[in-house]
């Protein structure tokens, strides 16, 4: 399974953090996502293919932008 993810998402996985938290932001993509628990600040490194099998749902994508401000303008 192929997920689209981007820095700054917030992801829910399966099994909950010692913490008590089961939300992550994404603050590392390549072939390891790199991960900080939202309830203690905790970095975590996993390969992508771990992550994928232990991702359970995105909870809120990162903030786009205006990046599509180029296609706005009037001619």
Same mark, same amino acid.
């Given at each position: 399974?192929? !997920?689209?993810?981007?820095? /700054?998402?917030?992801?829910?996985? $399966?099994?909950?953090?010692?913490? /008590? @938290?089961?939300?992550?932001?994404? !603050? $590392?993509?390549?072939?390891?996502?790199?991960?900080?628990?939202?309830?203690?600040? $905790? $970095?975590?490194?996993?390969?992508?293919?771990?992550?994928?099998?232990?991702?359970?749902?995105? !909870?809120?994508? +990162?903030? +786009?932008? @205006?990046? @599509? @401000?180029?296609?706005?303008?009037?001619?």
């Amino acid at each position: 399974m192929y !997920v689209e993810l981007n820095l /700054g998402d917030i992801v829910q996985m $399966r099994k909950q953090h010692p913490c /008590g @938290s089961f939300e992550w932001e994404i !603050v $590392r993509l390549g072939t390891d996502i790199g991960m900080v628990c939202r309830g203690c600040q $905790r $970095r975590v490194l996993l390969p992508r293919g771990t992550f994928n099998k232990r991702l359970k749902k995105i !909870v809120k994508k +990162a903030d +786009a932008g @205006s990046g @599509s @401000s180029a296609l706005n303008r009037e001619h």
